[in-house]
């Protein structure tokens, strides 16, 4: 695989959003399909099962979250924040092994967010923030976007797709 982008499984059409669904963008399945992408889904990949309850990070954001500052709860209160860590440690490490430069993100997910995070109190409050996965990444040097900046501009993928 010469993937260079690492994506949010549930945009390339992978059922593993937490309601059991996914959010496919038809170009980035396309990327997966001809081994451009690379699909990770770090609530899985941390052990959540699918379907699971809705989680938001409560605190802060995903950099609060690596700094102990904040937790990843579900709706029924229960403390998800390791298996956050777990799976986002996961999908990094798989980063680093594919040699991977840019992560096209779902927007608003505790783990992937790039721009905007839920606020903690499920009553879908938007605030400015990264995710668990998005913060690791971002950490290590790796280009951020979302599948709302790819809907805006596709040339985002120029540098990382020949």
């Known amino acids: 695989m010469n993937a260079k982008i690492l994506v949010s499984a549930c945009l390339a059409g992978y059922n593993c959003k937490y309601n059991g669904g996914n959010n496919l963008v038809p170009v ?4 997966v399909s001809k081994g451009l992408a690379l699909p ?3 609530e899985e990949w941390g052990g959540l ?3 699971r309850p809705a989680s938001e990070i409560k605190g802060g954001d995903g950099k609060d ?3 102990g500052g904040a937790v990843v709860v579900d709706i029924n209160g229960k403390d998800v924040t390791r298996n956050f860590l777990e799976g986002a440690r ?8 594919h040699s991977i430069a840019m992560a096209i993100l779902k927007e608003r997910s505790p783990s992937c967010g790039v721009h905007w995070i839920y ?3 499920f009553k879908n409050i938007k605030v400015p923030g990264r ?6 990444l971002f950490q290590e040097g790796i280009k951020l976007s979302s599948e709302e900046d790819l809907k805006k501009d596709c040339s ?6 020949p």
Do not use: Q, R, Y
């Open 28 to 31: 980035i399945a396309e990327l």
């Open 40 to 42: 990770v889904c770090p």
């Open 49 to 51: 099962p699918t379907p």
């Open 65 to 67: 979250v690596l700094n």
């Open 90 to 97: 996961k999908a990094v490490n798989k980063a680093l092994e």
């Open 119 to 121: 606020d903690g109190t």
């Open 131 to 136: 995710g668990v996965l998005a913060e690791m």
């Open 156 to 161: 985002i993928l120029k540098e990382f797709v």
